[in-house]
């Protein structure tokens, strides 16, 4: 179980960050290696919608900035006060894809003190990969790998290679909760029509990577042995489905859901009303207008890969960023 350690004095192995500022949420995670991997110390999260308005302007907003920047000082303040030993800072792709995505992060250094590196989709994907990895059924040979996050989303097809699994083929698509919310209509009224018109605009993007996955496993059809989901739509639904009276982490992760009951969550969620969906203790105002959008997405890709279950991950991107840091120091010749 994760739980933050009381003490701030750094433990013998020393400790490391992780930092994942993405369009939506910005996230942090500071850990000590453990022989199962690593132990939480701390951890923060805040939606920051940085993204905002971005699909519309193709900046950065100001206001979105500004809240950015008052989360990032939190996690600057955590990373001195742990004494933190290593740690990566990465952004995705709200700064990629903005106009001032560089001039914001200037601007970040010169406010907080933090060092933020703007990662390409293909190392987002591979270090959420290997964040998730963990939870990969030991006897799946195949399984699909996918985060969905504010303004992309990315999938790894992966097969068995001994022990370990292997990335065969990959994609980020330029889709995510807040850039399909604001397309069609903001997500607070979402209608059978405004839904159907999400997974319509997903479905090329879909049929292209399944086109891609056939090419690389020799499979016409390509269906994996599990679906594996690393986001807050998997585990907001995953919550719902629970039925639990607030989130849970330990619940959540790693639990397993059949195809047809995230069907079912999907259209329970579709009848509600905004408010509605703003008081269900998983969701919440902050999520309640992204939700639907996140469903869209993933019914699109159980449409292109009809696994029978789904297993639900809280965890992703910043696991991954600690557990290479931590492999690359056990490495010889690693940082001491």
């Not at 004095?9 to 453990?34: H, K, M, V």
């Not at 703007?118 to 990969?136: H, K, N, Y």
Request: with cysteine; net charge neutral.
């Amino acid at each position: 179980m994760r739980r933050p350690a009381p003490s701030r004095e750094p433990p013998p192995g020393g400790l490391y960050g992780a930092l994942d500022l993405g369009t939506n949420n910005c996230r942090l995670l500071i850990a000590t290696p453990s022989e199962h991997g690593f132990s939480v110390v701390d951890a923060f999260s805040r939606i920051v919608r940085l993204g905002e308005g971005l699909s519309q302007t193709g900046r950065l907003g100001e206001a979105a900035m500004a809240r950015t920047i008052d989360a990032l000082r939190v996690c600057a303040n955590k990373l001195r006060w742990r004494k933190v030993k290593r740690a990566r800072l990465v952004a995705t792709e709200a700064c990629r894809t903005a106009a001032n995505g560089p001039a914001f992060i200037d601007r970040v250094r010169a406010e907080t003190g933090l060092d933020l590196e703007i990662i390409d989709r293909e190392t987002e994907a591979s270090l959420a990969a290997m964040g998730a990895e963990p939870l990969v059924d030991r006897q799946a040979e195949t399984a699909l790998v996918f985060d969905i996050g504010g303004g992309s989303t990315e999938m790894l097809w992966m097969r068995r290679a001994g022990a370990r699994f292997e990335t065969v083929a990959w994609t980020s698509l330029a889709a995510g909760v807040v850039t399909i919310s604001e397309r069609f209509g903001g997500g607070v009224d979402v209608t059978p029509q405004s839904f159907a018109a999400m997974r319509a605009h997903l479905q090329p993007m879909l049929r292209e990577f399944a086109a891609q996955v056939a090419a690389a496993t020799g499979a016409p059809s390509p269906v994996p042995s599990h679906l594996l989901g690393t986001s807050g739509t998997v585990t907001t639904i995953a919550g719902v489905q629970l039925g639990l009276a607030r989130y849970d982490r330990t619940r959540v992760d790693g639990c397993w859901l059949g195809s047809a009951e995230i069907g079912a969550v999907t259209e329970r969620l579709l009848g509600l009303s905004y408010a509605e969906r703003a008081a269900n203790p998983c969701i919440g105002r902050e999520r309640a207008d992204l939700v639907l959008a996140g469903c869209a997405i993933l019914e699109e890709i159980r449409l292109a890969f009809p696994a029978g279950r789904i297993r639900v991950a809280d965890r992703g991107l910043r696991e991954g960023i600690l557990a290479m840091l931590m492999r690359d120091d056990a490495a010889p010749g690693g940082a001491p």
